[in-house]
């Protein structure tokens, strides 16, 4: 749906890999063309009129993300460069000071190396351990799991609300309960839902949660940071400077803004917010709920057919996600990866940022289809046509 | 190049690579060498003796071209001198960025004459010969008592 809306959907492409990043619809380019060209300024500097509206469009973007993850207020949203900041933030400008040696993370093998490496570094730095929970056979992620793995150490539950390469959405609603009850900061890492389906900070019960813009129809360079206010006035930041002090004075008097200027010190990305902003705008328009069951519907076809091909295997056949991954039997992910590019068929060969999960999966590298709302049937079909013909692979690739 | 035969040599290479299988000998010097974009993963251990190579042998998984190259840098290197180990990979590496190179040092090496067509590729051709790289450093040090 919605083709017409993407230049790069003009080129003879079919791009399957919206888990690395997405398209972007004309309106978002547009929208940071015209602040460029109409209305360039700093925000929070001046008195004179394109400073404030600039005010105006960053700090409305601050009430489009409270309105797309229903949260309690404005000022829990913090821009930042990316999903990967967000969760470096939550570990070492949260969680350092409020973990003791010995205290728990529960994580799983299946999640991106930015949910993996800050806790790993932080358990260098305080002693904490990591621990991670174990998936069932299709390498997913199971509510009583969770329940098991929990002990009276555990102080922190971070998993991806949906995976990258498997693509199971997790049940965070009833993890997040689980959180609740037992006093477990609830970490989630949205940056492979928070474009695809609803999500309701508040009713999930998430403590922190990260994304990206650039996964979600936005720019590059910019992503969020949504936290539960009491705990955000908590944070310490990561990084000092304009922007974000109120007070300082050379006897080392020194006093921060209050949130949410405080964790976004130096001049924000804001050509990247206010894009961040249309395309939330943009999702909203089409609506969550519409776009998860469409990525579904696109996702179940792709399966039905790929089953039909005997040199196919697939690793992820019943996860609800809009993700599969796959393998040509007997061919390696970066060569089947070339061999779809030479018909423009764009798919991500590799072990996808999820090092770890090659324990799960007994193999290295996968292909991974990552599919979006204007992702199309006919796409899959040609997608089809094309490995069916793959026993030809090595007279197109070498 | 005839395109068939390039393509016969390649695969024959990838599907049958020489040496591959590590074995536990003091007398190897070894070296992991990895692609940027996280896929080739090649392990390579090579045994000098009195200055030439007496054996190369490797593991890993990685495509067709890093697989391929590997075994056929293997097939050209055994037996030379570390002199002229240094020479082919000079020579090869500038045959792989298209720049001046002599092709009588290459041997079958030269089925990749055509990889900068692909640049993407160019890394999995080169990968394999980054490891030899490693442990001529490796043994360079060794010896300089480093």
């Not at chain 1, 090092?355 to 799960?360: A, H, S, V, Y």
């Not at chain 2, 290197?77 to 290459?106: A, F, P, Q, T, W």
Request: hydrophobic share 35%; proline share 3%; aromatic share 8%.
């Amino acid at each position: 749906m919605n083709r017409q809306d993407f230049p790069m959907l003009e080129k003879d492409l079919i791009y399957f890999d919206n888990g690395a990043t997405t398209l972007k619809p004309k309106c978002v380019i547009d929208s940071m063309v015209e602040y460029y060209s109409s209305y360039s300024a700093n925000a929070h500097r001046g008195d004179y009129d394109i400073s404030q509206k600039v005010d105006q469009m960053y700090e409305g973007v601050r009430d489009k993300v409270k309105k797309l993850l229903h949260a309690a207020r404005s000022s829990e949203i913090i821009f930042t460069k990316g999903a990967t900041e967000s969760i470096n933030m939550i570990a070492f400008g949260f969680m350092k000071y409020q973990l003791q040696k010995g205290d728990e993370v529960l994580i799983t093998k299946a999640e991106h190396a930015s949910n993996v490496l800050p806790w790993l570094e932080l358990a260098k730095d305080i002693g904490i351990k990591v621990h991670y929970i174990p998936l069932n056979e299709q390498h997913e992620l199971t509510l009583e799991a969770v329940e098991k793995a929990i002990s009276p150490k555990t102080k922190v539950i971070a998993l991806a609300h949906i995976t990258n390469v498997v693509g199971d959405i997790r049940p965070v609603e009833e993890i997040g309960k689980l959180c609740r009850e037992h006093q477990i900061y609830f970490v989630v890492d949205g940056a492979q839902s928070v474009a695809h389906l609803p999500v309701d900070v508040e009713r999930f019960n998430i403590d922190f949660l990260a994304f990206s813009g650039h996964k979600m129809l936005g720019p590059t360079g910019v992503g969020v940071l949504y936290g539960k206010y009491a705990l955000l006035e908590k944070m310490r930041p990561l990084c000092f400077g304009g922007g974000m002090n109120s007070i300082f004075s050379s006897d080392g008097t020194i006093e921060y803004k209050d949130l949410p200027t405080r964790l976004e010190p130096g001049t924000p990305p804001i050509a990247e917010v206010i894009g961040l902003g249309r395309a939330i705008d943009y999702l909203l328009n089409i609506g969550m709920d519409q776009i998860h069951q469409y990525e579904l519907e696109l996702k179940r076809y792709a399966i039905s057919k790929l089953e039909q091909l005997d040199n196919i295997t697939i690793y992820n056949k019943d996860s609800q996600g809009g993700i599969v991954a796959f393998n040509i039997d007997g061919v390696f992910s970066q060569d089947a990866a070339v061999y779809l590019n030479h018909y423009h068929i764009c798919v991500r060969a590799g072990n996808h940022c999820a090092k770890i999960l090659k324990d799960e999966f007994k193999i290295q590298n996968t292909c991974r289809i990552s599919f979006y709302f204007y992702n199309t049937k006919e796409e899959i079909d040609k997608l089809i046509e094309v490995l069916q013909k793959s026993k030809d692979i090595f007279k197109i690739i070498l | 190049m005839d395109p068939n035969l390039r393509r016969e040599i390649i695969l024959e290479h990838y599907q049958h690579p020489i040496n591959r299988g590590l074995v536990d000998d003091e007398h190897y010097e070894k070296a992991n060498t990895h692609n940027d974009s996280c896929i080739d993963n090649i392990d390579v251990m090579m045994k000098i003796t009195d200055g030439k190579v007496e054996d190369i042998r490797f593991d890993g998984e990685a495509c067709a071209i890093s697989t391929s190259a590997t075994s056929i840098m293997i097939q050209t290197l055994i037996g030379k001198s570390v002199d002229e180990v240094k020479e082919i990979i000079e020579n090869y590496e500038h045959m792989i960025n298209e720049e001046d190179y002599r092709s009588d040092l290459l041997g079958e090496l030269i089925v990749y004459n055509e990889t900068y067509k692909q640049p993407n590729r160019k890394k999995c051709a080169l990968l394999p010969f980054e490891s030899i790289k490693k442990i001529l450093a490796k043994k360079e040090e060794k010896e300089n008592g480093i």
